[in-house]
């Protein structure tokens, strides 16, 4: 698998975001993040039904080596928290495609799945971090 799937969005906050057939947007953290972030030995979510803003911090990573905010990558409603993660946040680490997703959220404001990264352009702007 490509450190940054085609089938994803991506945001410059290194967020992903997967659309589901029901509308509804699963999101996490890249590949990138937690590379950068190193083993995660803490997460913290919202509860369902918390209405988040594009951009607005929506949970914590930490890490062996930092405490880090998570950014909500669209405007829209808590629908699930992936609370198993809270019990094993190491997920993330080994699988932040799958395993490590974090929300599900519906939707609120369409407008803010514009400005979404494809792969490519998440991958070329990662590279220029470096």
């Known amino acids: 698998m490509s450190e940054y799937p085609d089938h994803l969005k991506y945001t410059k906050d290194h967020e992903w975001t997967r659309t589901e057939s029901d509308g509804t947007i699963v999101c996490g953290i890249t590949h990138h993040a937690q590379d950068a972030l190193g083993e995660i030995v803490y997460l913290e979510l919202p509860s369902a039904g918390r209405n988040l803003k594009k951009g607005e911090t929506l949970g914590v990573v930490e890490s ?26 190491g997920r993330i680490n080994q699988d932040p495609y799958k395993e490590g997703w974090l929300l599900r959220l519906e939707v609120t404001d369409k407008s803010t799945l514009e400005g979404l990264m494809d792969a490519k352009a998440y991958s070329d702007f990662v590279s220029k971090l470096k």
């Open 64 to 89: 062996i080596k930092a405490v880090s905010d998570i950014y909500s990558p669209i405007t829209g409603k808590v629908v699930e928290a992936h609370s198993d993660l809270t019990n094993d946040p």
